[in-house]
């Protein structure tokens, strides 16, 4: 029903910067907060950077004033740009979205958390 696509991984050095974007598509009648997790090898996904329909963020301790989480509700997409990358930063970078579904021509009153498929970004130092 619904159905997140990321992009803008890839390979830099430490230093560098990357901008990942994630489009949200399908039965979508509203979506409250979007964010961005990882996953390095090893280890338990956690969050990155969250942003709430209302412009509330969240980051964590490790990236704040490096990554900026933006979002463009009427495109129903969410961006991270990533600034002095180091290579910690390695990781499975996955889009998430908290989604009310539209069903009949209204939202169904419940929402669903919804995942991308995840873009590798991989920091070399």
């Known amino acids: 029903q619904v159905q997140l696509v990321e992009s803008g991984g890839g390979l830099v050095q430490a230093g560098g910067s990357l901008r990942l974007s994630c489009a949200a598509s399908?039965?979508?009648?509203?979506?409250?907060?979007m964010g961005w997790y990882r996953q390095a090898p090893g280890k338990q996904r956690e969050l990155v950077a969250a942003?709430?329909?209302?412009?509330?963020?969240n980051y964590a301790d490790s990236v704040k004033g490096r990554f900026t989480i933006s979002r463009d509700n009427a495109k129903n997409s969410v961006a991270l740009q990533m600034n002095s990358l180091r290579p910690e930063d390695t990781a499975v970078y996955y889009c998430?979205?908290?989604?009310?579904?539209?069903?009949?021509?209204w939202g169904t009153g419940v929402t669903s958390d919804y995942w991308g498929q995840g873009t590798q970004v991989t920091v070399s130092s």
């Open positions: 998430k979205a908290d989604v009310e579904i539209l069903s009949h021509g």
């Open positions: 399908g039965s979508i009648f509203s979506i409250n907060a």
């Open positions: 942003l709430t329909s209302g412009g509330s963020t």
